[in-house]
């Protein structure tokens, strides 16, 4: 089993259910809200559950009250659904001390893809067709000339190898808008399908080029690479030499 909300390195599963994070599975999976079962929070003391203690502050403090919402039931009617009310408050209706979250079980099949196109409006009617014609997609990203424009320049023109764990080969892409697909089945014959069915809709419809796919984990990685290094490569191409959030360079 895993758990599919994946919005980027570094992140906590309450800072992620606070900001109502989502990732590149929301397509699939969705956000954070649809994936959070229950949770306990600490409420502030100027809820109403303290209101009553007036201008007490000492009293209303000591009035700070802890709440269980939500269950580990998929589908429930009782009441608000106060999950979803708190993911996404960014911590102002209390704080998160734990959360129950749903887990999915791991594909058995796996294939990636990307494929250039002509023209933003192209990468994202394709987008828009594959939706519509109901082709069943794990995860479906867009990044524009100027993104693709940064992750190139981050390889310096040529080949690098990136070892996280595994080598990666990554090399410059053209700098056209460019989307990258995911597709998981329970058989290889099903994900092939869908890979089939969406490389028609983006080669015959939308004049995509390049159209690339794999299975395996490490040319996966790297067919996502530009995606998933997105942040590191903007900030290349800003100018910054470190992400120690000063803004100095921004004034």
Known sequence: MQFMVDPGADATIGGMAACGASGTAAVKYGTMRENVLAMTAVLPPTTILSASHGDDEE???AAAE???????ALKSSAGYNLPAIFTGSEGTLGILTDVTVKLHPIPSHVIAASCAFPDLHSAAE???TIRMTGIPVARIELLDE???RAFNRTLGGGEICDDGGDELRLRPMDAKPTLFL???GHSEAAATE???AARRV???DFAGVNFASASDESTRRALWA???RLYYSSIALRGGDDDDGDDDDDE
């Open 59 to 61: 009293a209303a403090n």
């Open 66 to 72: 802890v709440v269980r919402c939500g269950s580990n």
């Open 126 to 128: 394709a987008v828009a």
């Open 146 to 148: 100027i993104s693709i």
């Open 182 to 184: 995911e597709f998981a």
């Open 194 to 196: 869908d890979l089939s």
């Open 202 to 204: 983006c080669a015959n």
């Open 226 to 228: 530009a995606r998933h």
